[in-house]
């Protein structure tokens, strides 16, 4: 079975443009969540779907980033426009429902310069 | 502030020597868990621990939950090469068939040869 993936692995861009990132769950995996580990920090939660609703985006920072998941299955998220300060490894991970076991991708490391 | 505490942040040791790592927060917890990361890749659960004073035995590695649920440690017999990585904890926000982790900093261990 294959594990939750997320594309691009690596993400280098200039501050004031445009980024999406995308993430495939496990398959059957109705549980969604977006995190972030910016430079010497700790991974912080950013939102979690269930199926393609959104149950939490407590911890997105701003208005300039946009989470999707269209049909309940993948998802994307969007930074637009990107600051410096958005630069960090954006993780995803999946779960089936009720389970306390979260599956992680392997990030993406997103650079803004 | 930080939830959960973790120490060292760094350790640096030789292969078949012993350590511990510690979680520490002031708050209860219902269960807290331990997850490995490793260069390029997600964090991955190695255990949950659920009643105060639990200890759990993963091979060579030993977790235990504090008495009063505020703590944990993962103590690690003979290190070897291959446990070289980042060592998380986190805990559960856990409502509606989900819920968002929150992940102390890490400690991020080497082992050398």
């Known amino acids: 079975e294959a594990g939750v993936t997320q594309f691009p692995s690596h993400s280098v861009i200039e501050k004031g443009q445009t980024v999406t990132l995308r993430c495939d769950p496990i398959?059957?995996?109705?549980?969604l969540y977006w995190y972030r580990r910016v430079m010497g920090k700790e991974i912080k939660f950013l939102l979690h779907f269930v199926k393609e609703s959104k149950q939490d985006e407590s911890g997105m920072p701003n208005n300039r980033f946009l989470a999707e998941r269209t049909g309940g299955t993948y998802s994307t998220l969007k930074v637009q426009p990107a600051e410096l300060e958005d630069s960090g490894v954006y993780f995803c991970a999946s779960s089936t429902l009720g389970s306390y076991e979260q599956y992680f991708g392997p990030g993406t490391r997103l650079t803004v310069t | 502030t930080q939830l959960l505490e973790q120490s060292p942040q760094f350790l640096s040791i030789q292969e078949g020597e012993n350590l511990t790592v510690y979680c520490n927060s002031s708050?209860?917890?219902?269960?807290l868990q331990w997850y490995r990361q490793e260069p390029g890749e997600g964090p991955v659960l190695l255990v949950t621990v659920v009643t105060g004073g639990e200890v759990k035995k993963l091979k060579r590695l030993t977790f235990q939950f504090g008495d009063a649920r505020k703590d944990s440690s993962l103590h690690i017999t003979a290190a070897q090469p291959g446990d070289t990585g980042l060592y998380l904890c986190a805990v559960w926000g856990f409502y509606n068939q989900g819920g968002k982790l929150i992940f102390g900093q890490g400690t991020e261990l080497s082992v050398k040869p």
């Open positions: 398959s059957g995996h109705d549980n």
């Open positions: 708050s209860v917890f219902s269960s």
